[in-house]
């Protein structure tokens, strides 16, 4: 497969613009958040099975007093502040997410690694193929950005543990992070532009 690259003008409100650190990291985070189950949970001293009898009697008996063998004091006991099921997601502004997407690509277009191609038209969809295209470009570690599903190439970059493929609604600031190249066909990139223009 032939990839043609081509040298587009890239919009200075979108490439342009000046990074913002502290954005990044923020949505960064979010993403991370997100992601998270929030189902670790321990068993405290109520959920314990047992314990519904009082061990021995209050006084008298010379031990110190207890009233169940399920006490976080006792082998076999509830844990005292153990984790519980939570939610762990919050959502950043709106407005702050579109400008560290800005910031993300402006990022790599300070870098030199933004590669806009005419399109990317693969025979089969196999690993091989996405491969030897991805060496004709000189890149590793790519997020592929298309403008509309395309199955051949998602399933041909599906085993490159370097390469994810993503359509421009699906663009976020984790995986622009991750990826050492941006690769963007023609179609997307325009997708982008007006997706972010002010």
Avoid: C
């Avoid at 051949?152 to 370097?162: C, V």
């Amino acid at each position: 497969m032939e990839v043609r690259v081509v040298q587009p003008k890239l919009s200075e409100q979108i490439f342009g613009v000046r990074p913002r650190e502290h954005l990044l990291h923020q949505i960064v985070v979010m993403q991370l958040r997100n992601r998270r189950a929030g189902t670790a949970a321990t068993k405290s001293k109520g959920f314990v099975r047992g314990g519904g009898k009082k061990p021995w009697r209050q006084k008298g008996t010379g031990r110190a007093r207890a009233g169940s063998i399920r006490s976080p004091l006792w082998v076999g006991g509830g844990t005292i502040f153990g984790p519980q099921p939570r939610d762990y997601s919050f959502r950043a502004p709106r407005k702050a997410r579109r400008e560290a997407l800005r910031s993300a690509l402006s990022l790599k277009n300070r870098e030199g690694q933004i590669i806009v191609v005419d399109k990317l038209d693969l025979d089969e969809g196999k690993t091989k193929l996405m491969a030897q295209a991805l060496a004709e470009l000189k890149v590793s570690s790519a997020l592929i950005v298309l403008s509309e599903p395309e199955e051949k190439i998602e399933r041909s970059a599906r085993n490159l543990p370097k390469v994810k493929v993503l359509r421009v609604e699906g663009l976020n600031v984790y995986d622009l992070l991750h990826y050492e190249h941006l690769i963007l066909t023609e179609g997307a990139l325009k997708l982008l532009e007006e997706r972010l223009a002010a």
